[in-house]
């Protein structure tokens, strides 16, 4: 039984960023909450970059972003660039260690969550990115 269930959790190696996703978005916008300050707020994190939740020695990373989100045994892409499915993959880094990396999922918050006594960490969306 566990070793179905591993299998089911196992990701593709292949990951396609479609180059229209990739022009529509230039980052992920993150919500968090840290239960032992009672404090919460919002966090937007570049694409390939990184943000600090304010006050706190959590910094998250982000590389990918996925508006609609969609895996099959091959790779793992968008189907579009409207938000059906979002999905990013992240690090969080506390104090220069990495605690959790991973995917995470707007609609489906228990799926691969980043688990931490104090600070929770959820998916917004994306970020539009500004035309020029």
Same mark, same amino acid.
């Given at each position: 039984?566990?070793?179905? *269930?591993?299998?089911?959790?196992?990701?593709?190696?292949?990951?396609?960023?479609?180059?229209?996703?990739?022009?529509?978005?230039?980052?992920?916008?993150?919500?968090?909450?840290?239960?032992?300050?009672?404090?919460?707020?919002?966090?937007?994190?570049?694409?390939?970059?990184?943000? *600090?939740? /304010?006050?706190?020695?959590?910094?998250?990373?982000?590389?990918?972003?996925? /508006?609609?989100?969609?895996?099959?045994?091959?790779?793992? @892409?968008?189907?579009? @660039?409207?938000?059906?499915? /979002?999905?990013?993959?992240?690090?969080?880094?506390?104090?220069?260690?990495?605690?959790?990396?991973?995917?995470?999922?707007? *609609?489906?918050?228990?799926?691969?969550?980043?688990?931490? /006594? *104090?600070?929770?960490?959820?998916?917004?969306?994306?970020?539009?990115?500004?035309? @020029?």
């Amino acid at each position: 039984e566990r070793i179905l *269930r591993d299998q089911c959790l196992q990701f593709p190696d292949k990951l396609v960023v479609p180059p229209e996703v990739s022009a529509a978005f230039s980052g992920v916008k993150l919500g968090w909450k840290d239960a032992q300050a009672g404090k919460e707020g919002f966090l937007e994190v570049p694409i390939g970059g990184a943000a *600090r939740i /304010p006050d706190t020695n959590l910094e998250v990373r982000a590389d990918v972003f996925l /508006p609609s989100f969609s895996m099959t045994t091959e790779e793992i @892409t968008s189907t579009g @660039t409207g938000e059906e499915n /979002p999905a990013a993959r992240i690090a969080v880094l506390e104090g220069g260690n990495e605690v959790f990396a991973g995917w995470i999922f707007k *609609r489906f918050p228990d799926v691969h969550p980043f688990q931490h /006594p *104090r600070f929770s960490i959820r998916l917004e969306g994306g970020v539009p990115r500004k035309s @020029t």
